[in-house]
């Protein structure tokens, strides 16, 4: 069964700064990953989403993403946050056969200006 | 993008009672809907997985009969809270899945914006 680890409850980064939100998985064959970001009291937003190819991903408001098989982990990353990128993240992974997505437990990201 | 939409927003309701929430795809076809449920400060958990024209897919330990979903066409499916108690307040999030060719199972999932139940 898949299973996703987001190690970091909290991270408080300061605008401007750069940002990398930990992400492992488990699951035995190639699994579909997605970074997902959810701000209080909505519902979850797509940033990005590997399937395969290139292990690095481009997503929206300046995320991206590397897949390390190696390392089990797709870690997402920003070079430079903005205040307005405070809110939760998750990370999910999928099966290729499956039906479902297994959240991580969020990571929850406060800006300081 | 595609769309999926949530009504109500919030509801509040009293204990004993049932409530009903809906989602919908509102720009393409979902014959695959995903009822989640979040707590405070946690995670999306899975509740059940609705099939247009069939029964949904419950997940291990959630009750069937108190959870009654319903995919009747291919841009709704409810989820009916019945007999509510004030253990079963929480967030509530749909999801659609984009529907894909071939063979490989896409699974990009679109969010509604949840559902607050509160149970006094």
């Known amino acids: 069964a898949q299973s996703v680890t987001q190690p970091d409850i909290h991270i408080t980064v300061s605008e401007g700064a750069s940002l990398e939100l930990r992400c492992n998985y488990s699951?035995?064959?190639?699994?579909?990953l997605f970074w997902y970001v959810q701000s209080p009291g909505q519902g979850l937003q797509l940033l990005l989403k590997?399937?395969?190819?290139?292990?690095l991903v481009q997503g929206i408001k300046g995320f991206e993403a590397e897949f390390k098989r190696s390392q089990s982990s797709f870690n997402l990353r920003k070079p430079s946050v903005h205040w307005s990128d405070a809110a939760e993240y998750f990370c999910?992974?999928?099966?290729?056969?499956?039906?479902?997505?297994?959240f991580g437990a969020g990571t929850i990201l406060r800006v300081k200006s | 993008g595609a769309v999926v939409s949530q009504h109500p927003s919030r509801v509040i309701c009293k204990s004993g009672t049932s409530v009903k929430i809906e989602c919908r795809s509102l720009d393409f076809q979902a014959t695959t809907m995903f009822w989640y449920r979040q707590f405070p400060k946690q995670s999306l958990m899975l509740m059940a997985t609705?099939?247009?024209?069939?029964?949904?897919?419950?997940e291990q330990g959630v009750e069937k009969d108190k959870f009654l979903i319903n995919h009747a066409s291919l841009t709704l499916s409810t989820l009916t809270v019945t007999s509510a108690h004030p253990e079963d307040s929480s967030f509530y999030i749909c999801?659609?899945?984009?529907?894909?060719?071939?063979?490989?199972?896409?699974?990009?999932?679109?969010f509604g914006p949840g559902t607050r139940l509160t149970v006094l």
């Open positions: 699951y035995g064959a190639t699994p579909y």
């Open positions: 999910a992974v999928g099966a290729r056969y499956g039906n479902k997505l297994v």
């Open positions: 590997y399937f395969s190819g290139d292990t």
């Open positions: 609705s099939n247009e024209g069939s029964k949904a897919t419950y």
């Open positions: 999801s659609a899945r984009v529907p894909s060719g071939g063979a490989v199972i896409s699974h990009e999932q679109f």
